[in-house]
């Protein structure tokens, strides 16, 4: 018998057409099987998707019983930084988010090392070593190289590729076909643009693009978030190592 679970998907937008074709494959590949019951989004004006109703705002997740689950599927390179605000207002907690690992995918880390909610899709390969924080996405056909260190709610979107040892903080954001080099750093609420190339360190907020990526913007960040990001790297550094 399968196992049977619903789920209430927070985010009506582009991120719910990409949960609604991972669940479908999901159910159709392994002993998992997945309702999605409604969407809850701040958007009022919000109409139904693929047949899956609108149940209200964020806050009326409190309206369902403790066997409804949630999947967070909310952001983008512009709201990078707002996820973790999100998740702190509506306080859901943790233990209610399902994790989404796409059958497809090559996971080369134990379980434990995935935090909860986090959304991984079709084509992905995370190797030895590596953490990954809670609520991140790692979109299709990315590569997590060995020793990587991806912090919460960090997005990875479609054909990413990283190599060894490099830290992703706290709500990063990785454009599609961007790779970055070994022993980089980026920081807290980055934004790498769409096929760039990262050889160096990346200070928190700022916007790089191009081959050499090169500084083009910067967005403020605040100082807590900074401050939550520093303790969510050394609690994913200690996950790495005792993968050793």
């Known amino acids: 018998m399968k196992n049977y679970q619903k789920v209430v998907v927070m985010g009506g ?4 057409y990409e949960v609604f074709s991972l669940i479908n494959d999901i159910n159709s590949n392994s002993e998992r099987s997945i309702e999605i019951i409604g969407i809850l989004d701040d958007n009022i004006s919000l109409k139904n998707r693929r047949g899956v109703p609108v149940l209200g705002a964020l806050a009326d997740w409190v309206n369902f019983d403790d066997e409804i689950f949630f999947v967070f599927a909310i952001g983008s390179f512009n709201t990078r930084m707002y996820r973790k605000s999100i998740l702190e207002r509506i306080q859901i907690p943790h233990q209610r988010f399902l994790t989404l690992i796409h059958p497809s995918s090559e996971i080369m880390i134990p379980v434990d090392s995935i935090g909860s909610g986090c959304i991984i899709h079709s084509g992905v390969k995370i190797y030895a070593l590596t953490a990954i924080g809670a609520f991140c996405t790692i979109s299709a056909n990315c590569v997590v190289g060995i020793a990587n260190i991806v912090g919460s709610c960090s997005l990875f979107a479609s054909g990413v590729y990283t190599a060894t040892n490099i830290e992703f903080s706290m709500c990063s954001f990785l454009g599609t ?51 939550l990001a520093e303790q969510d790297i050394k609690l994913l550094q200690s996950l790495s190592a005792s993968q050793l």
Request: one cysteine or more; a negative charge.
């Open 13 to 16: 937008g582009y991120g719910f």
């Open 177 to 227: 076909s961007s790779v970055v080099a070994p022993n980089v750093h980026i920081g807290c609420g980055a934004q790498i643009g769409v096929g760039s190339a990262v050889f160096r360190d990346v200070e928190p907020g700022h916007k790089v693009v191009g081959n050499p990526a090169k500084a083009y913007g910067k967005d403020d960040v605040p100082l807590q978030l900074l401050e």
